[in-house]
């Protein structure tokens, strides 16, 4: 019984580490793959030889994308923040061939840990970039 009650609390924060990364993993793929979605959204014309899609659509796929998808812990659902290029200066596509780069940044809000270990942010920012060229 003692042996137990000494190795019941490390063995408890082993198991909600384990759940809690592998959360954050999968919330990672979800955002990289909503900067996949925005960015194929991007560089396609919204109507054969017309115009080219705001970036206003690229954050909505993105959004949509990620509200459908994703897991948190938050009372209010985080919503991610999508734009153009890493520091917001990029550009839609104008040309084909032109590049475009998506740009979107989550922040993923922690169950338990925080509580458990010092220094550990109550959440943690999760990034994702994709690059494609435009057709």
């Known amino acids: ?3 137990f009650a000494l190795l019941l609390l490390p063995l408890t924060l082993i198991i909600i580490g384990i759940f809690e990364f592998g959360i954050i993993m999968y919330d990672k793929a979800v955002v990289t ?3 996949r979605e925005g960015a194929r959204a991007g560089i396609v014309y919204l109507q054969p030889g017309m115009t080219r899609v ?6 909505t796929v993105v959004n949509t994308y990620c509200t459908n998808h994703l897991v948190t812990f938050a009372t209010t659902k985080p919503t991610p923040t999508t734009q153009l290029g890493a520091n917001g200066t990029g550009s839609a596509c ?25 220094g550990l942010g109550a959440s943690q920012t999760l990034t994702a970039e994709t690059f494609m060229r435009c057709e």
């Open 54 to 59: 705001p970036l206003t659509t690229i954050q």
């Open 94 to 118: 104008v040309n084909s061939g032109d590049p475009l780069d998506v740009y979107v940044t989550y922040n993923y809000t922690f169950l338990l840990l925080p509580n458990f270990i010092n």
């Open 33 to 35: 793959n909503a900067s």
């Open 1 to 3: 019984m003692v042996e």
